[in-house]
């Protein structure tokens, strides 16, 4: 068995590089197995590794990193017989929590080798593959906004809660077209998220009930609401208890299609831009 790690060592705040000798002790006691560490130099660096292991026979690639690390190795390995891993090293590690129900554990080098393979949905959007959340709309203007205090030297969660209150008492709702199967809808939305998976921005639940192998995205609709109000969502947004706001709704589809008159903020797996039209599809 051939098994390629892929370390991307900045994940976390240099947590996934610290993990690389942990992975070489634990490598020793699996017999017949011979493994190479590879790191990750920029973005999309990891889609390139993972293409390289897959068309080198690697029978195992370990995502080392976060949820974007976990993104590119995705892209790397879609329609290839390796099977993707993955060994959380990151600051949000939201899509294993899906998937194993925990972010952490001694024996998950071990139980991933040996464990059974199993098919997962894989998301397009715009040409590019997804496997967990992909987002329109607030959420993603936070991401954006955090960015833009990162800049200011201030910590991650500083950034974060900083991008968060500016996009609040600054952000507007967007004036959207939703597709979802054969239903339509034309809204002021807050955000919609197209979700294989649960969990996102470490831990917050859009889609509860999200299952990451049926065949269908978890679609879940903000409209807008006072900004007093969403004071009161978030919390239970967080916590996935938020269907009781009457401004929220949510569906199930294949496809899903959002288009605006201006460019809106996408986060796909934590890849964010503007555009004016998305098209969400379960890879068949």
Known sequence: MKILFIVNPVAGKGLAKRLVPEIERKMQSVANASFDIRYTE?????????????????????????????????????????????????????FIRTVDGKVNGDNIIRDTIYGTKKLIDVGIINGRYFINIASVGFDAEVVL???RFKKFNLSGSASYIAGLISTIFTGKSSKVKIKIGDKVIE????????????YYGGGMKPTPDAV??????????????????????????????????????????????????????????????????????IVK
């Open 42 to 94: 920029r973005v999309g660096h990891a889609t390139d590794i993972a293409r390289y292991g897959a068309n080198s026979g690697y029978d195992i690639i370990y995502a080392v990193g976060g949820d974007g690390t976990v993104n590119e190795v995705a892209n790397g390995l879609v329609g290839s017989d390796s099977a993707l891993a993955i060994l959380p090293g990151g600051s949000g590690n939201d």
């Open 187 to 198: 809204s002021e939305i807050l955000l919609s998220a197209v979700a294989n998976g649960r």
């Open 145 to 147: 906004e955090t960015q």
């Open 212 to 281: 990451f192998d049926d065949g269908l995205f978890d679609i879940c609709v903000i409209r807008k609401l006072p900004r007093i109000k969403m004071l009161f969502l978030f919390p239970e947004f967080i916590k996935g208890k938020h269907a009781k706001f009457k401004e929220v709704s949510f569906y199930r589809s294949k496809k899903v299609s959002i288009e605006s008159d201006d460019p809106i903020a996408i986060n796909a797996d934590g890849e964010v831009w503007r555009d004016r039209k998305v098209n969400f599809e």
